[in-house]
């Protein structure tokens, strides 16, 4: 089955940045879709970025201009580069991906902001 391992959290100072990988695993015959989710605490998990199969991207108002996510077809991998990091970018972040119109998640990656 397919699988979803993130990596490239932590803590940064605001201001800074930070790029999360998603990894992909596991055989499947279409590619239809990633994304980039967030938790924040106290709120309901949230779509961040997405990108389909065309390449063609997506992005919540919060992180616009600020954030940017992009894929390696051979590598399986997503990325989600962030940058001008603020405290309240700090949450669990998550892969998300659709493949042969199945979903899939990583168990996500913290990322922490400081001011």
């Known amino acids: 089955q397919v699988r979803l391992v993130e990596s490239g959290g932590g803590l940064v100072q605001s201001g800074g940045s930070l790029r999360l990988s998603c990894v992909v695993s596991g055989n499947f015959f279409r590619f239809d879709a990633m994304a980039w989710y967030r938790r924040v605490p106290g709120k309901e998990r949230e779509p961040v970025a997405l990108i389909v199969k065309d390449d063609s991207t997506t992005y919540a108002d919060f992180v616009k201009g600020r954030f940017t996510i992009s894929r390696d077809s051979a590598k399986k991998t997503s990325y989600l580069q962030m940058n001008n990091l603020r405290p309240e970018d700090t949450a669990v972040y998550y892969c998300?991906?659709?493949?042969?119109?199945?979903?899939?998640w990583g168990q996500g990656t913290q990322v922490t902001v400081s001011s």
């Open positions: 998300y991906a659709v493949y042969n119109a199945r979903e899939y």
